[in-house]
């Protein structure tokens, strides 16, 4: 199904070291949404992602997501969590919630992001999952986590009750020179993640961190989707093919322009776990992820209560 990536500020609360979005202070103009909203729709957009920055830093937000469901789109939301007031708001709205959490220890975290956040975001986490059809914790591969991925995993899987998902470290796409993350990091982190797919519950498709070792070895032979399948919203309102191709314009007029694609230069995970044609694969993970956040834990707790009253099952 069309995706679209919109991002609706450029601006944030956090310091990470790998992003300089805090630097920024640009907002979706507000005169353009609803016009974004329906041009969305005539061009067979069925999936929003709402990004930023921090997109709950945007006072529009709330209006955004309603006004997303209200004409049926499925929604979903990235985010740091740092704003727990804004996104219960929000939940009404949301089919799904990606929360950043980037290591399982919390001054790892908060370094990494550069404020005291960590049991905001754990408490978030938790919130949303009672909250949402379907959470996932998102890990940045870094070079302070790389090497630790079933730690994070088992953190998001047994204390928050979701799975973990994994975000490609696009080197061009991080602006830090004190963030430093080598091939070899990256390959170490999804080797583990394609390798032990069924001793933890994870947020992609086994395909894609397959996908992903294979793009650092040189192997990778997907064709990328981006401007055919999946598309991004800047926020300045213009309609792009990805992130890196913003020279391409595609909303010059209501019926944007067609994309040939045939780029295979990065691996924005945004852009490339979209682009594999593994529709089962997909679905199958869409409802592994809803059965985890709220049936797994519900059945091992009656399981528990009739062993204790030693009832039969």
Not at 145 to 162: D, M, Q, T
Request: with cysteine; aromatic share 14%; hydrophobic share 35%.
């Amino acid at each position: 199904m069309k995706t679209m990536i919109w991002n609706i500020d450029y601006f944030c609360n956090l310091r990470c070291k790998s992003c300089n979005a805090w630097q920024g202070k640009i907002f979706f103009p507000e005169d353009q949404i609803d016009k974004h909203i329906q041009e969305m729709k005539k061009n067979g957009i069925k999936i929003v992602s709402v990004t930023g920055g921090e997109p709950t830093l945007n006072k529009s937000v709330v209006d955004i997501v309603r006004k997303l469901k209200e004409n049926h789109f499925f929604t979903h939301i990235a985010s740091n969590g740092t704003n727990p007031y804004v996104l219960r708001k929000l939940y009404p709205y949301l089919d799904a919630v990606t929360i950043s959490l980037d290591s399982n220890v919390p001054e790892e975290h908060n370094e990494y992001r550069g404020l005291k956040i960590f049991d905001t975001v754990v408490s978030t986490i938790k919130e949303a999952k009672n909250s949402v059809k379907i959470v996932t914790a998102n890990m940045l591969v870094t070079n302070f986590n790389y090497f630790k991925v079933g730690e994070i995993a088992e953190f998001a899987n047994n204390e928050l009750g979701v799975p973990l998902s994994m975000c490609f470290p696009e080197q061009d796409a991080y602006y830090f020179q004190d963030f430093q993350v080598t091939n070899d990091m990256i390959r170490q982190a999804f080797s583990y993640a394609y390798e032990n797919y069924h001793r933890h519950v994870f947020g992609n498709m086994r395909s894609y961190y397959l996908e992903a070792v294979n793009y650092i070895d040189g192997k990778s032979k997907l064709q990328c989707k981006a401007g055919q399948e999946i598309f991004y919203t800047d926020y300045r309102g213009k309609v792009h093919p990805c992130f890196d191709h913003v020279e391409v314009v595609l909303n010059k007029k209501p019926e944007w322009e067609i994309y040939d694609n045939h780029c295979n230069q990065c691996f924005t995970e945004c852009f490339l776990e979209p682009s594999i044609d593994r529709n089962f694969e997909a679905a199958t993970l869409i409802g592994k992820i809803w059965w985890f956040n709220h049936i797994k834990k519900r059945h091992i707790k009656y399981i528990e209560q009739r062993r204790v009253k030693d009832i039969p099952f």
